[in-house]
């Protein structure tokens, strides 16, 4: 099945991570071999009366073949305002999001605790759809404490969803356990639309346990943090040999857009992560964490990688 020009045999797609999916993250992904990709979550409420606030985390790049914007809030007239904001004008979707677990946006009756009241998730979703020329879609959880994801995805599917993505823990597991694959399985032939499954894939092994639920594609978070190339190595490639290289790329991107004051507190978290298969490297991260500058940062990296 197709929407737009997003083939779901088998897609590949680039989690929205906060703080993490920024326009170099994205790109490298999908340069790797990524079919589509999600921006961070971005507040509707925010995008109406501060919209400078979320500017930047709107950017997205040329490399990136499948575009999708997420949207976060709890009242459906916002909601379906910010469907047409200027600032999504280049996604090719509009995701919702209904499964974040943070606390400071669940206390806001936000993300995952949307899924405690179905009447107003199918609202906002309903909301949005009238409003969108464009396909919208809802990314959600198990549950909020227990597993309703096939009530949800049928709710998702009468609501107008053109598709959904379905992260297998419940909010009260964060990111802790396992992904509930069987879950996945269970919404899949609930739901007539495409579902994408989300949870563990970090290597070809837990790819095809995914693949075996029989989901239409396949979202990957944190086991394509500092590994953006997970995606050419789950369709048949090779790690890239040079690995400084992708790092270099990474942060010549970021510094086309933001400040040096900024990144060189930002890009830390993203040094660590490409560093963290290295062996007795825990020296040579602390230095990477306390680094008072991108530049010096490079240079240990370029040293150890090198």
Known sequence: MKIGNLDFHEALCLAPMAGVSDIGFRQLACEEGADASWSEMLSARAML????KTEFMTLTSEAEKFKVGQIFGHEPVIMAKAVNNPLLSHYDVIDINMGCPAPKIVKNGEGSALMKDLPLAGEIIRACVRASSRPVSVK???????????????????AGA??????????????????DLDAIARLKASVNIPVIGNGDVVDMESYNRMKSTGVDGVMIGRGAQGKPWIFRIL?????????YAVIEKHVNILRQHYSEEFLVLYLRKHFLWYTCDIPYASETRLKIATSPSID???????????
């Open 140 to 158: 959600f959880r198990l549950g909020y404490d227990k597993d309703i994801s096939r009530e949800f995805g049928r709710m998702c599917e009468d």
């Open 162 to 179: 053109s598709f959904i993505t379905l992260h297998a823990r419940t909010t009260e597991q964060g990111y802790s356990g396992s992904a």
């Open 296 to 306: 010096e940062s490079l240079k240990i990296l370029k040293d150890i990688l090198k």
């Open 235 to 243: 369709k048949g490639g090779e790690k890239p040999k040079d690995v």
């Open 49 to 52: 009366h501060n919209p400078k």
